[in-house]
């Protein structure tokens, strides 16, 4: 089955502690995006990236980190995590960056 | 900035009435549109794309563009409780991303 999974689905931290959030697709998508989804804001774009080792910011990319370094799997690092990044994160891959296959989701909680 | 804007609604729409979703944007250099329908605590998907002027249907859906007007809209014809969503708008702007609105909530009454 075509699928994009994300994990883990929700997590509660605290401020400062490092976190990664893995996405990973098995549809051979060269595109890989990440999205945050904030009530009344929409889909903001945060990192992207169109093909292994090759990523490029999106509109809101900072505290965030990405890296690409095979083609099936783009994580997302919280660094030093803050409570303004408490979201719901979408992960999303396409094969020509219009039509997005979107993950489960990830509820992330910043205290 | 480009922009594209969508009233967020809610909008309240009898069962078995027709629901009209509107979207304008402010990039002239996009080309494509999408909208993709996303339910409550779940992931956005795809239901409808379009390319090119006019209006093109999939079932009880059509989606209808002007780019004169940068006017895109939804219609959904014989609504059904289980249309009840946040509809999402998206263009396909001049920079080769997808360039969001903040989405129409949907509430369809049986």
């Known amino acids: 089955e075509a699928q994009v999974t994300q994990n883990p689905r929700y997590l509660i931290t605290v401020t400062g502690k490092k976190l990664t959030v893995t996405c990973s697709q098995n549809m051979n998508h060269e595109y890989m995006s990440w999205y945050r989804q904030d009530p009344g804001l929409g889909l903001r774009q945060i990192y992207y990236?169109?093909?292994?080792?090759?990523?490029d910011k999106g509109d809101v990319p900072e505290g965030y980190k990405v890296s690409r370094k095979e083609k099936r799997n783009f994580p997302l690092i919280l660094e030093s995590p803050s409570p303004n990044q408490t979201s719901l994160y979408f992960c999303a891959s396409s094969r020509d960056r219009r039509e997005l296959f979107f993950g489960e989701g990830s509820r992330l909680t910043v205290l | 900035q480009k922009e594209v804007e969508q009233n967020s609604g809610p909008l309240s729409v009898p069962e078995g009435a027709i629901a009209s979703l509107n979207c304008t944007y402010s990039?002239?250099?996009?080309?494509?549109f999408f909208w993709y329908r996303q339910y409550s605590g779940k992931s956005p998907e795809l239901i409808m794309f379009?390319?090119s002027n006019g209006d093109k249907e999939d079932g009880r859906f059509t989606a209808q563009l002007n780019k004169a007007s940068q006017y895109v809209s939804l219609l959904i014809r014989d609504s059904q409780p289980s249309d009840s969503a946040t509809y999402l708008c998206?263009?396909?702007?001049?920079?080769?991303?997808?360039?969001w609105g903040a989405g129409t909530k949907l509430i369809i009454k049986p």
């Open positions: 379009i390319y």
């Open positions: 990236s169109m093909n292994v080792e090759v990523t």
């Open positions: 990039d002239r250099g996009s080309q494509s």
């Open positions: 998206a263009a396909f702007g001049g920079n080769y991303q997808l360039i």
